[in-house]
């Protein structure tokens, strides 16, 4: 298959995603408090090169377009499922966290903490699909710019995670505390506990 063909349903899956991401981004509330300027910046550069690496094909350096999965038909759709399946969790927990979402951590003003849809699985979905959705492109590719692009996403997704935790931990207490001892923050069923009966 041609590659600007095998590229194509990616780009519709990504661009429809942020496309949605963007017009989600108008009805939030107020912010009461958000991360630093150089936190912020901290997190933006790993996800840039991340999206540079996957959106450009021909990289100068060549070991990054060397394979390291076999190119396949099954490898391809494998990969566009994990990408399908990624956005679509990021998506549904977008919509669960309503007007408490932002694009950096901040608390804003009524912040509720949310335990509804993909809230009950993992505490931090949106970054759960995510790396579903860039592993799954790397994995349908399986050139090592893929795999470069989903560690640089990890890494400035946990980054944010560790932040994040601290603020709702601050914000929310021991409800916050609890939440964390009985769901996992990124892969679901690992390490969970029972919830408590009074919650």
């Not at 759709?77 to 399908?84: E, K, P, R, S, T």
């Not at 990021?90 to 979402?101: E, F, N, T």
């Not at 949310?114 to 699909?129: L, N, Q």
Request: proline share 5%.
């Amino acid at each position: 298959m041609n590659y600007w063909l095998r590229l194509a349903p990616f780009a519709v899956l990504w661009l429809a995603w942020l496309a949605y991401w963007i017009v989600a981004a108008r009805d939030v509330k107020r912010t009461r408090r958000r991360q630093s300027f150089i936190t912020r910046l901290a997190a933006v550069v790993p996800t840039v090169l991340a999206a540079a690496l996957l959106a450009f094909p021909d990289q100068p350096l060549s070991w990054l377009n060397a394979h390291f999965l076999p190119r396949t038909m099954a490898a391809y759709w494998i990969g566009l499922l994990m990408v399908a399946a990624g956005l679509t969790f990021a998506v549904w927990a977008r919509r669960h966290l309503g007007r408490d979402w932002s694009g950096i951590v901040t608390v804003k003003e009524d912040h509720e903490l949310i335990r509804s849809g993909p809230y009950r699985f993992v505490r931090h979905p949106i970054y759960s699909g995510l790396l579903l959705a860039i592993l799954g492109t790397a994995v349908a590719f399986g050139e090592r710019r893929g795999l470069l692009a989903f560690a640089l996403l990890t890494v400035s997704l946990l980054f944010k995670l560790r932040m994040e935790e601290r603020f709702m931990s601050e914000t929310f207490g021991e409800r916050y505390v609890r939440y964390r001892a009985e769901v996992p923050a990124l892969i679901p069923f690992i390490g969970r506990n029972r919830p408590r009966a009074d919650d």
